[in-house]
């Protein structure tokens, strides 16, 4: 449903994607895994409409997606969660929420999406009058999901999880995810450098060197395959597989 074809990408005169073709089916998750700078969170910018398409182009079904400006993309059923969480700290953990519900046919539904969000995280639901910087990290990384949800979309884009949080919350979140996925036919994007946990989670991988696509295939595959694990997955991985 969302294809990126060929697409090639510019920070200015710096290109940061090279001939980079990606695809998510309906309630899908996909993974896009790969080291510091490898230009994951370009693919996902570049999806959103923060970036140009120089080259290639992104088609949404048979919407045509590169070239529309952002807030078209978000209304057309995409939504980000960006690196860092960008959460509001001053703001209440419900005014948050509120402004995700940007477009007009989020707004007329926000009440029924609030409380399907607060069944999923309950923390905040528990905390929706508290200040958003007042949250754990954990916390905080769910109002960022529960945010982006809040625009009702079919895709969702998460930018690094996991980092910075504890191995048993990234559990939790990875669950919930998950839950979403199949009981609201969500498809995800999700950009890790904890690959092992972005393979588990997901039913197909891509992995960037480079600004390129260097490698992709079926997650379970990927996950037990010995030379991606050699190559990305590094000793402490190969310890906690056993
Ligand atoms: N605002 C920017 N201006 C210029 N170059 C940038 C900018 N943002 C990223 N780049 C460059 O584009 C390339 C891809 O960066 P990107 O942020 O997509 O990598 P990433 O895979 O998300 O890395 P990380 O794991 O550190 O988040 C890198 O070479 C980076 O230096
Ligand atoms: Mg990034």
Redesign the pocket.
């Known amino acids: 449903m969302l294809q990126i074809s060929n697409i090639d990408v510019y ?1 200015g005169d ?1 290109q ?1 994607l090279w001939d980079v073709s990606l695809r998510i089916g309906d309630g899908e998750i996909v993974a896009v895994l ?9 693919v996902m910018k570049s999806i959103s409409g923060l970036l140009k398409v120089r080259a290639g182009h992104i088609d949404f079904g048979n919407i045509r997606l590169d070239g529309l400006p952002a807030h078209h993309i978000v209304e057309l059923g995409i939504s980000m969660v960006p ?1 860092g969480r960008r959460i509001f700290p001053q703001m209440s953990v419900l005014e948050n929420l509120e402004v995700g519900a940007s477009t007009n046919a989020a707004r007329k539904t926000r009440q029924n999406t609030l409380e399907w969000i607060y069944e999923f995280f309950t923390p905040l639901k528990l905390r929706a009058k508290q200040k958003a910087g007042t949250l754990s990290g954990g916390e905080q990384q769910m109002l960022a999901i529960g945010r982006a949800l809040m625009s009702v979309p079919k895709v969702l884009l998460i930018d ?1 999880m996991s980092l910075g949080l504890s191995p048993i919350v990234v559990q939790e979140l990875s669950g919930v995810i998950q839950g979403i996925n199949k009981l609201r036919k969500l498809a995800v994007l999700l950009v890790e ?1 904890d690959i092992e946990l972005a393979l588990s989670m997901a039913s197909r991988g891509y992995i ?1 060197e480079n ?1 390129r696509i260097v490698d992709q295939g079926d997650a379970k595959l990927m996950l037990c395959n010995p030379r991606i694990k050699e190559t990305y997955l590094g000793i402490g991985a190969e310890e906690k597989a056993g």
Do not use: L, P
């Open positions: 920070y710096i940061a790969g080291s510091n700078g490898a230009g994951k969170s370009t690196e690094e450098q960037m600004g």
